[in-house]
């Protein structure tokens, strides 16, 4: 079986790769089996945390906000990875935040991976749950959930079970992860001139970084603002 791969996993703001961000990473770097090296930092979303994220991660907004945005913090985790497959509990779904992530960085990332989600519906159908928690409860993994180093932590312990009952060589090896994304600049200037003169005229507080949105993002905010409360009057 796979010995050596980073088990990974995010927090975010939400589920959706295309709006929400990272504000967590947590990794392990897992060599013969074991983990050898472990890795774990906050990130800067450059927005206002929802009160039900906070609650659901413990992850105050004092937190993020003194932390670094993506862009800089994604290079360290990069180089703690290295080349290694990487392994999670719906792997794709962290792995496609960490590619956008990357190519609006201008970085490259392709990886194999290993999904212990994937492993645990096609070995234990009869469970009612295959959520993280559930699975470690199922195992007697102990795990503090959505914390992001708890959880890859977690996820490895995981794969380690699954495959001390259920080894299959195909199953259990690392295959592509393909996510496609295009590369999304930063905002212009005149897109954030327009979105604090929208703001300022309806009296909206914004609860994100005008500097760290893309153009898309922008663009978005924009035409909602316009849609909800209309054009400015000359």
Do not use: W
């Not at 961000?21 to 800067?44: L, T, Y």
């Not at 991660?57 to 990487?86: H, K, M, N, S, Y």
């Not at 996510?179 to 604090?196: C, D, I, M, N, S």
């Not at 507080?205 to 898309?216: C, F, I, P, Q």
């Amino acid at each position: 079986m796979t010995d050596s791969y980073v088990s990974v996993d995010l927090e975010t703001t939400g589920l959706c790769t295309k709006r929400d961000k990272i504000i967590e990473i947590g990794a392990v770097r897992v060599q013969d089996g074991q983990i050898r090296d472990s890795f774990s930092c906050f990130v800067n979303p450059g927005r206002r945390l929802t009160e039900e994220i906070s609650a659901l991660t413990g992850i105050g907004q004092e937190q993020v906000d003194g932390a670094r945005p993506i862009g800089q913090a994604l290079p360290d985790f990069l180089d703690f990875a290295g080349e290694l497959p990487l392994l999670g509990h719906r792997v794709l779904f962290d792995y496609s935040f960490l590619k956008r992530a990357a190519v609006n960085a201008g970085l490259s990332f392709e990886r194999e991976g290993i999904d212990t989600l994937r492993l645990a519906r096609q070995f234990l159908p009869e469970l009612e749950s295959r959520r993280l928690p559930d699975l470690c409860a199922h195992f007697g993994i102990p795990i503090r959930p959505h914390r992001a180093l708890e959880d890859a932590r977690a996820a490895h312990l995981l794969y380690r079970e699954l495959a001390k009952r259920f080894y299959e060589e195909k199953a259990f090896s690392p295959a592509p992860l393909f996510y496609k994304v295009k590369k999304e600049g930063p905002a212009t200037l005149r897109q954030k001139q327009r979105l604090r003169e929208l703001n300022r005229a309806f009296g909206i507080a914004a609860d994100y970084d005008v500097e760290m949105l893309t153009k898309n993002e922008a663009s978005r905010l924009i035409d909602r603002i316009l849609a909800s409360h209309g054009s400015l009057q000359k």
